[in-house]
């Protein structure tokens, strides 16, 4: 795998520490669906995500790790 490339279990960490607080996976996969992170698909499958776009993203506190239940309840509540 080439350095340019990484998985999203190495993003979180990334991401997460740059950002100084847990961002999940979930919220990941939204900013590659929103066009904010590089993706590409290696030989087996697996997703990989641009190192320099990961490097780049900052999360804003409260956004980067609410879980879907959590997000449902809050509609439901709206």
Known sequence: MSN???TIAES???ISKNSYHSVSPYHIQTLVNRGKIGT???DEGTQ???LS???ATRVAVGTGNVHHKDRARTEKLI
């Open 48 to 50: 990989l995500l641009k």
């Open 4 to 6: 340019n490339w990484i």
């Open 12 to 14: 979180v960490k990334i």
């Open 53 to 55: 776009d990961v490097e």
């Open 40 to 42: 590409r698909s290696s």
